[in-house]
């Protein structure tokens, strides 16, 4: 699955996002101003302005899908926050950007993460439904986030792509769900079927991309066909058999 600042410390970041409606003691280390510009919350008003701020800047991304027609001034006044109180919490724009960025990526793994979790399919197979969930999940996220995935998607392409959070994210999401691909593909050594499963994922996640930024057609981000045919795609680039299926309508939603 698309930098603003460029962060020294992920991690961090990362550590943040996910604990960002998570009561957070004053410590020494929380009053220092982070490494990308972001200080974490410290009372539980500090939370839900900070949670007000995200989801201002997520809907106004959605809206726009271009993070340079946001302003400032937007995002506190939809928040019904201030300027001051930005400030408070974040060094810039930038670091909002990449905050709100984070929060959207770490939410889309844990779809990923409870999904493996919870279906039984992630262990037992076949192959071909584990290549479902994969596509499904992919492309739900993409629609849900689309705008805000387009905005930096674009914003990347013009930076150094080594700090890249969107790059990141499928890395950590490849080493879910890899390994459990990977181990349906007896017919091949484990080193093949583990390059063949990031591969078929590379070339997925890349349509899904190219779709985002160009709408290119024939198919389009809203047609209830692009799931089957990223599903067939990977199946056959990955050598597996194909499930007869009905002729299907391209529809958008």
Known sequence: M????KPTTRPATASRARSA???TGETTA?????????????QSRSEQSLAKMVAACRALAEERGNLDDISLNEVVTAAKSSIGAFYGRFKDKEALLGYVLEVALRE???????????E?????????????????NYVSQFRLNRGLFRGFLRHYSARDSRDNPMR????????????SLAAQLGDRDQDTAIFEVRAALQFMVGT??????????????????????????????????????????????
């Open 21 to 23: 409606t998570q009561p």
């Open 2 to 5: 698309p930098t603003s600042s």
């Open 30 to 42: 929380t009053r220092q101003s982070m490494d990308d510009g972001v200080r974490p919350p410290l």
């Open 120 to 136: 039984p399919v992630w262990q037992a197979g076949p192959a071909q439904k584990i290549v479902e969930r994969i596509v499904g």
């Open 208 to 253: 899904l991309a190219n779709i985002l930024l160009n709408d290119p057609g024939p198919l389009h981000l809203d047609d209830d066909a692009l799931e089957p045919h990223l599903h067939r795609m990977m199946i056959r680039y990955l050598g597996l058999p194909e499930a007869a299926a009905p002729v299907e309508r391209r529809r958008k939603r």
């Open 108 to 118: 889309a793994e844990g779809v990923m993460q409870r999904s493996i979790a919870d």
């Open 168 to 179: 990141e994210a499928n890395r950590r999401t490849y080493a879910l769900v890899v390994p």
